[in-house]
């Protein structure tokens, strides 16, 4: 880090997958250490399904979390 001169270690990742029924979900994160122990994290995921599939109550074809 320029301002503080610690050293930082960042991690990402951005996952993809589609299935042959048009189903579909992401995730992607991200982390950052430095050598003080401090942390920072994000993430967000998300998911939709077939829009013809029956749904259980308090259920959807798409979430995000």
């Known amino acids: 880090d320029i ?3 610690l050293l930082n270690i960042e991690k990402t990742a951005d996952k993809w997958g589609k ?3 048009n189903e579909e979900w992401q995730e992607k994160w991200w982390e ?4 003080s ?3 920072e994290k994000w993430a ?3 998911c939709c399904i077939d829009p013809f599939t029956p749904l259980k109550a308090g259920h ?3 979430w995000h979390e």
């Open 3 to 5: 301002k503080t001169g």
């Open 19 to 21: 299935n042959g029924k």
């Open 32 to 35: 950052r250490y430095d050598a």
């Open 44 to 46: 967000h995921k998300w």
């Open 37 to 39: 122990g401090f942390a």
């Open 60 to 62: 959807a074809h798409v």
